[in-house]
């Protein structure tokens, strides 16, 4: 199984959520493999947000080595589910689908948990407050996803 979770800038909210997955997978012993990218191409090549880096390292995770990069046309063919963290992602992804089988392969990360509001994963990058509910809502939809494999 092949996860790309996908966020505008891939430094805040993929990167946590490509951390937390990996980390669930792994306790499994799933053999999932697991990536990140964002639609946008500002951060390229960074290393993922310290206020990211730095909640994650309060759970346990370190995901400092992971860079960031943007998402490609091409994800649609490697990835086998590929999960949005909101609406504008989501639609952005759908608009470089070029066929049904590549469309059903996307949907929104907190379409996995029923307690979603709004369906969106909260932009936390002008939000110093906004990491900690993020990782919440991210470890919640992970356990559902994990839930899926059962
Ligand atoms: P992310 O957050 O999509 O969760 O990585 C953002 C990071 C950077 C920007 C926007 C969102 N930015 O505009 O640079």
Redesign the pocket.
Known sequence: MKILMV????????PLAQGILEQKAAEKGLNWSVDSA?T?S??IGESP?PRSVYTAGQHGLDISGQRARQFRRQDLQDFDLILA?DQSNYQEILRMAQSPEEEEKVRKILDFTSDATAGDVP???WDDDGFEKVYQMLDKACDKIIATDQ
Not at 7 to 14: D, V
């Open positions: 966020c505008l800038g891939n430094i805040c909210r993929s964002g946008g500002w951060h947000d963290m932009d936390p990058y």
